[in-house]
């Protein structure tokens, strides 16, 4: 791990004028991410601003029905919250699907949204990758590719978005607050929060340098069977191949997100006016570019949608 400053930040528009007036800083909370990405020198932030002391911690009850949730809320406290298990059970149960009960500790709602990809090549310094290294080339891309994109890919990368919560996020059309360097704040959709790929696969959200992530509201609750069903190669601590979260009525209608095939979470809301699983799958997967190797993955998801829709009858 290369050398570091560090500073604790007090307020959170000054959290953001910290890491803007230091070039390369990074915010750091649960760090379950980050601190992986610096000893292996992927990242090598020369600063650090914490931010776990700016009261970002709570989940309150909106006027407009819904929750909103702060970025320092640790994935453990959201998902046994019992507003959030009774209303936005989908929610819960991704964020219980995902890593392991002790980061899950650590782990804020924050810096699961911004989590970065597990593409193997992202990880290997030895090998090019415009995700790691804007312009080296895309060692996946030929090479091996099973657990990647589908969707939304482009010439210079195929990685895939990792986070179990991102998904259902989706499908709930939350809202990201921020606030700027500036002091001003804002709130960007869900849908317009994470990028895909195309030549600029570094840049992975629509957050302005310095900008922090002070909370996700949820819009009120909606009705329907709330369903997360993740596909991995082994029962616990893996990443999906793929995964559906979904809010269902009987007849099959519903929400439907995407984990494991894009850049981000994957949602085409003009497929949720079909209803058997075959059409809904048919229309979310409308355009997917595959390889060899990941191919099985379209299959895969219209057989967990039939899965997600049988229980939602049940």
Not at 56 to 68: A, C, Q, S
Request: proline letters at 6%.
């Amino acid at each position: 791990m290369k050398a570091f400053t560090y500073e604790r930040a007090k307020t959170p528009a000054a959290a953001a004028a910290a890491v803007v007036a230091h070039p390369g800083a990074r915010f750091i909370a649960g760090g379950t991410n980050l601190l992986d990405l610096m000893k292996l020198q992927i990242e090598t932030p020369p600063h650090l601003v914490d931010v776990n002391r700016l009261g970002l911690d709570t989940i309150e009850e909106t006027k407009e029905g819904g929750l909103r949730i702060g970025a320092l809320v640790r994935n453990t406290d959201l998902a046994a919250d019992g507003r959030v298990r009774r209303d936005y059970a989908v929610l819960s149960r991704a964020l219980v699907s995902g890593a392991s009960g002790q980061l899950r500790n650590k782990a804020t709602t924050a810096g699961n949204l911004l989590q970065r990809t597990r593409c193997p090549y992202f990880y290997d310094t030895t090998k090019p990758c415009n995700k790691r290294q804007p312009g080296s080339g895309c060692a996946a891309i030929g090479g091996f590719n099973r657990n990647l994109a589908i969707m939304g890919t482009s010439e210079a990368c195929i990685a895939t978005h990792p986070s179990d919560m991102a998904v259902a996020m989706r499908v709930l059309d939350a809202q990201v607050e921020t606030v700027r360097p500036d002091g001003s704040v804002r709130a960007i959709p869900i849908a317009d929060f994470h990028t895909l790929a195309g030549t600029t696969p570094h840049i992975e959200t629509t957050l302005a340098p310095g900008e922090l992530i002070t909370a996700v509201t949820l819009p009120k609750p909606i009705g329907g069977r709330h369903i997360y069903r993740k596909v991995r190669d082994r029962a616990s601590y893996a990443f999906a191949l793929i995964s559906v979260a979904a809010v269902v009525q009987p007849d099959g209608r519903g929400r439907y997100a995407l984990g494991g095939v894009a850049h981000k979470p994957w949602r085409v809301e003009a497929a949720e006016q079909q209803t058997g699983a075959k059409a809904v799958a048919a229309a979310i997967l409308a355009g997917a570019r595959t390889t060899p190797q990941n191919a099985f993955k379209l299959p895969l998801i219209e057989r967990t949608i039939t899965a997600v829709q049988a229980e939602a009858r049940a």
